[in-house]
């Protein structure tokens, strides 16, 4: 939608990201700091980004209200690819928390990642950008 802009730099930079690896025989997970192999969205990261942006919609109550800003969101990829543990970090209201939350929660499915030859747990934190369309002043003609 063209209200609303994505501002997705840190994917340029890297997500914070934190991975975990799962073992059958044990109900504890242990926190990996190299991975072999991260998650992969389908299609690469600009194919994420593209679905983020074609599936937000800005709410009409943040738009009434008039609220702009930067919500800050956290999710998991679990070792079966599948996004889990969704939540807002930080959030400006106006219904934009529950918004970024619906689009993160509606992502396809990912690649896992993996370390050692097992799947991981990896969580990111992203975010999404809103804001209002700016007016365009046309120049006073004399």
Sequence with gaps: ???VFLFLAL???GFVCDAQKTSPASSKSKTVRVKDEMPA???GEQAMI???SDNLKFPDSARTKKIEGKVLVSYTIDEYGQVTDVYVVKGIGGGCDEEAMRVIKSMPKWKPGNQGGEGIRVQ???PIN???PRRRLEPVKN
């Design 124 to 126: 990111y934190t992203i």
């Design 130 to 132: 809103f804001q209002l």
């Design 41 to 43: 969205y389908p299609g």
């Design 1 to 3: 939608m063209k209200y």
């Design 11 to 13: 994917i340029l930079s």
């Design 50 to 52: 593209k679905y983020i």
